[in-house]
T-cell receptor
Framework: ELKVEQNPLFLSMQEGKNYTIYCNYSTTSDRLYWYRQDPGKSLESLFVLLSNGAVKQEGRLMASLDTKARLSTLHITAAVHDLSATYFCAVFGAGSYQLTFGKGTKLSVIP | KAGVTQTPRYLIKTRGQQVTLSCSPISGHRSVSWYQQTPGQGLQFLFEYFSETQRNKGNFPGRFSGRQFSNSRSEMNVSTLELGDSALYLC??????????????FGPGTRLTVL
């Protein structure tokens, strides 16, 4: 059974600082997704990572995938308050045809 | 371009009843996927439909079913409702579906409460 672990689950950071959210998964996969959810809102798709070494960047967010280590990172550069949200990673299990989500990282950026 | 719409937005049902939720994807999108979000279990994948065929399925009992029509609109049905089915149900549409470099666009969700 595919397990997806995100850490930290809660992150409070000051504006202007850098930080990284980690997403570990337990079985082989080459498809990983990152999503953002604002309080009381729906999900917003951020990145789709499809191969080992894939790196994608959008604004202050950069996501990478290491399939050998079964690890994806979401790096936040010079955080701003608008980035406050819950971030989820989700992994598509090879052969299982299921998408499994992490528990989410609640990010609070303090001015 | 209109976004993904879900109807109804809010629904209250009692145990044992059944419910049908609807999702209209962005025009031209052929994939619709469904998700359940609860405080206890978090986000869980229900299923994905592509061109009227169920392509992927999560670990949910047979009470949860879905279908997709030729215009790509999708419905999700839950029969014999249980208290634990109370959740936010999200659908997402995309052009090519899960597993490719394809952005998913989410609807606002349907909040189901089972009493």
């Amino acid at each position: 059974e595919l397990k997806v672990e995100q850490n930290p689950l809660f992150l409070s950071m000051q504006e202007g600082k850098n930080y990284t959210i980690y997403c570990n998964y337990s079985t082989t996969s080459d498809r990983l997704y990152w999503y953002r959810q604002d309080p009381g809102k729906s999900l917003e798709s951020l990145f789709v990572l499809l191969s080992n070494g894939a790196v994608k960047q959008e604004g202050r967010l950069m996501a990478s995938l290491d399939t050998k280590a079964r690890l994806s990172t979401l790096h936040i550069t010079a955080a701003v308050h608008d980035l406050s949200a819950t971030y989820f990673c989700a992994v598509f299990g090879a052969g299982s045809y299921q998408l499994t989500f992490g528990k989410g990282t609640k990010l609070s950026v303090i001015p | 371009k209109a976004g993904v719409t879900q109807t109804p937005r809010y629904l209250i049902k009692t145990r044992g009843q059944q419910v049908t939720l609807s999702c209209s994807p962005i025009s031209g999108h052929r994939s619709v996927s469904w998700y359940q979000q609860t405080p206890g279990q978090g986000l869980q994948f229900l299923f994905e439909y592509f061109s009227e065929t169920q392509r992927n399925k999560g670990n949910f009992p047979g009470r949860f079913s879905g279908r997709q029509f030729s215009n790509s609109r999708s419905e999700m049905n839950v029969s014999t409702l249980e208290l634990g089915d109370s959740a936010l149900y999200l659908c997402a549409s995309s052009l090519l579906g899960l597993g490719v470099t394809d952005t998913q666009y989410f609807g606002p969700g349907t909040r189901l409460t089972v009493l």
